[in-house]
């Protein structure tokens, strides 16, 4: 138990400054013997709480860009149904074998987001961004609800190149958007499919206090800091994740 309560602290701390806590979570729960398809239901449902409180470290920079959000956290919706459904009818090893390439594009994207933006902004306009956002937040929900690992370096590359703004209201944007897509999948993971509770009671509480001070070190970090370390993580989570996909453990 103080296990499983120290990996989601660090989890929750990792989700608010960077994403890929999952990376973290998720391995604690198949050492003490957790099988994976639960384990990685079981994961998702705890990590909610840190995902919530991290929001609520961020509640002011959520609220400047309110009206996006809203449209944004209903396209997250729909995705992350999806991505549940995906989950629970049908096998992960195809899925499994893209997600390294998707956490480590997106780090890409972040690392020449100032280069990408300037050159989106020459042709978009208001509208194709808009829409370019919705898109791509519904299809980075469907991931995030099928397996989540990276999922908050997806959103912030997202974000980065469709909505250029702060990266501060960029890494707000993502976590509140993390909390959506965490909240639909788990009504639907606890309504059908097999949950291990006692984890979930233990590792709430790690995940909550680590998303509320992950949210407060992230609003201290320097924008470049902020940038690289989210860049540096994401790499180390998509080589991992690659080298578990080559070699099938």
Known sequence: MVFLLGAAFVAGTVNSVAGGGSLISFPALLIVGIPPLIANVTNSVASLPGYLSG????????????????????????????GTAVLLLSPSSVFRAVVPFLILGSCALLGFQGSIANWVARYRTHESSDLGLLASVGVASVYGSYFGAGLGIILLAIFSIFAPDSLQHNNAAKIGLSAVIGSVGTVVFVTFAHVAYIAVAVMAGGFLAGGLF??????????????????????IVGGILLVQSVTGK
């Open 55 to 82: 929001s609520f470290g961020y509640r002011t920079h959520i609220s400047d860009q309110r009206p996006q959000l809203v449209r944004a956290a209903m396209s997250a919706s729909v995705g992350s149904l999806v």
């Open 214 to 235: 992950g949210a407060k070190v992230a609003k201290r970090l320097p924008v470049n800091v902020l940038r690289y370390s989210v860049i540096t993580f994401g790499v």
